[in-house]
C-alpha cells in the first residue's frame, strides 16, 4: 500500500507516518528515493501504536514493543506497571474528584474554613513537591556540577 492509500485506511497524515518512521515505528518497504510503500501489516501496527498511546505509553515504550520486522512482541513487565501506573492516576483523580465535589457543595462559608477543602489543598501541593523532587533527582551516574 503506498503512503495515501495508509493515511486513508488510518486516518493519520502522511506525514504523521513520515514521522512515525523516523522514530522506528512502521517502516516503508519501497527502495530509498522513491514514494512510500508499506506492507499490508502496518494497519494493524497503527492500531497498536495508538492502543499504546491511548494507555499512556511513549512512543520509545511503543516502538519497543515491536520486532524489527514490526511483528508485536510485548513486554508483559511494562504492561503491568503500566496498569499500576494507571491505577494509582485513577485513584489521584477519584480523591480530586471527590474533594472538588465537597468543595461545591461544602456548606463553610469560605474554602478556607473548610477543612476538606484545606486537605486536598494540602495534598495536592504535597504532589507537586513530590513531582518537582523527582524531576530534579539526578540521574544516575551523573554529577551535578559545583556551582
Same mark, same amino acid.
Given at each position: 500500500?503506498?503512503?495515501?492509500e $495508509? =493515511?486513508k485506511?488510518?486516518g493519520l497524515? =502522511?506525514?504523521?507516518?513520515?514521522?512515525?518512521?523516523?522514530k522506528g515505528? %512502521?517502516h516503508s %518497504? #519501497?527502495?530509498? +528515493?522513491e514514494?512510500r510503500? @508499506?506492507?499490508p501489516? $502496518?494497519l494493524?501496527q497503527?492500531?497498536?501504536? #495508538? &492502543?499504546?498511546?491511548? !494507555?499512556? @505509553?511513549?512512543l520509545?515504550?511503543?516502538?519497543?514493543m @515491536?520486532l524489527? +520486522?514490526g511483528e508485536? /512482541?510485548i513486554?508483559?513487565?511494562l504492561?503491568s506497571?503500566? !496498569?499500576?501506573?494507571l491505577?494509582?492516576? %485513577?485513584k489521584?483523580l *477519584? #480523591?480530586?474528584?471527590?474533594?472538588?465535589? /465537597?468543595a !461545591?457543595a461544602?456548606?463553610?462559608?469560605? /474554602?478556607a474554613?473548610?477543612?476538606? @477543602?484545606?486537605r486536598l489543598?494540602?495534598a495536592a !501541593?504535597?504532589g507537586a &513537591?513530590a513531582r518537582?523532587? *523527582?524531576?530534579?533527582k539526578? $540521574?544516575k +551516574?551523573?554529577?551535578r556540577k559545583a556551582g
Open positions: 500500500m503506498d503512503i495515501a $495508509v =493515511a485506511r488510518s497524515r =502522511a506525514s504523521t507516518l513520515r514521522y512515525y518512521e523516523e515505528l %512502521v %518497504v #519501497a527502495p530509498p +528515493g514514494r510503500r @508499506f506492507a501489516g $502496518v494493524d497503527l492500531a497498536l501504536i #495508538a &492502543l499504546g498511546q491511548s !494507555a499512556g @505509553f511513549s520509545d515504550e511503543i516502538r519497543s @515491536f524489527p +520486522g508485536p /512482541h513486554d508483559r513487565q504492561l506497571a503500566k !496498569a499500576d501506573e491505577d494509582a492516576m %485513577v489521584r *477519584k #480523591a480530586m474528584s471527590n474533594g472538588l465535589r /465537597h !461545591a461544602c456548606p463553610a462559608e469560605s /474554602h474554613q473548610c477543612p476538606s @477543602f484545606q489543598l494540602k !501541593a504535597d &513537591l518537582q523532587k *523527582k524531576l530534579a539526578p $540521574v +551516574g551523573l554529577r
